[in-house]
């Protein structure tokens, strides 16, 4: 599953957990469903932020942690361009089609876009993984379990971020409100702490965050969710397993991609191979 897609199903998981009895099928008339993390704010551990000197080599990242050849950053580029990129070196991407949610730019050149670590490393040291060993730390900058953690965005927006918490800066665009509720996730999977400046933001933020019944609406990359999630193949011919030159990608079963210089081993862990995809 695509990070995006993953992530569009968790709210709608979480809407119908929560909203079980309310409806969210288009039926004409409106429906105000106010985003569920204003009540995940209050589960946020509340501490003032840690003062001890800031190190992000402490964050080891990129790394590539299932050993495909394509780093965490590499993995990002590959699940949230909207077509299947091209490579340099197999295991590097030099172009693809990405969508900056941060300003709504387009951008194609991998080079022009930064993979944000979406609460910043340095929040996440201030609000308690100064505490964490550096494993930890190193999961946490590569984490992919989740499609929350990384994004891939223009470097003009990322740069203008930086370590800014969402009360001293937030994307220009209409992202703002999944902006606020993929922050509070991510504080909460890894129980991240808020000082209390950045909860009382987060709450009042959030309680003007409504829809009329699509949860991510706001999100222009999700409005065509089907298209812009599943990176699919521009060019170069698609091969047979048993055909497969050495080192072509492998699209997996379960959405997933990979590389083999052999292809042993290929998709393994993901379900198996379902296509050979070779990059022009
Ligand atoms: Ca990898
Ligand atoms: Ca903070």
């Known amino acids: 599953m695509s990070q995006k897609r993953y992530r569009i199903s968790l709210v709608l998981l979480l ?24 009540a995940s704010v209050d589960d946020l551990v509340v501490a003032n932020e840690s003062t001890t000197a800031y ?89 992919l379990s989740e ?10 927006s990322n740069r203008s971020k930086g370590s800014k918490e969402p009360q001293n800066w937030l994307p220009t665009s209409s992202y703002v409100c999944q902006y606020l509720i993929d922050w509070v996730d991510v504080k909460k999977r890894w129980n991240l702490s808020v000082d209390p400046v950045e909860k009382d933001f987060l709450k009042t933020s959030l309680t003007t965050c409504t829809n009329g019944g699509a949860p991510v609406s706001t999100n222009p990359s999700a409005t065509n969710n089907s298209n812009t999630t599943t990176p699919t193949k521009t060019s170069g011919p698609v091969v047979s397993e048993t055909g497969a030159p050495k080192g072509a990608t492998a699209q997996c079963k379960n959405g997933t991609y990979s590389f083999s210089k052999t292809r042993s081993g290929t998709c393994s862990r993901n379900g198996g191979v379902k296509e050979w995809l070779v990059s022009n």
């Open 15 to 38: 809407l119908f957990v929560l909203f079980p009895n309310t409806s969210f099928a288009s039926s004409g008339e409106t429906k105000i469903v106010r985003f569920p993390t204003v």
């Open 55 to 143: 190190n992000r080599a402490l964050f080891k990242h990129w790394i590539d942690a299932d050993k495909d050849c394509f780093d965490t950053r590499v993995e990002v580029l590959i699940a949230e361009s909207k077509i299947w990129p091209k490579f340099k070196s197999r295991c590097k991407v030099t172009t693809g089609e990405w969508f900056s949610v941060y300003d709504n730019k387009t951008i194609t050149d991998a080079s022009k876009l930064d993979v944000d670590h979406l609460v910043p490393l340095q929040e996440a040291w201030q609000s308690g993984a100064d505490k964490w060993s550096n494993k930890k730390r190193q999961d946490f900058a590569n984490d």
């Open 147 to 156: 499609g929350n953690s990384l994004i891939a965005v223009s470097q003009g």
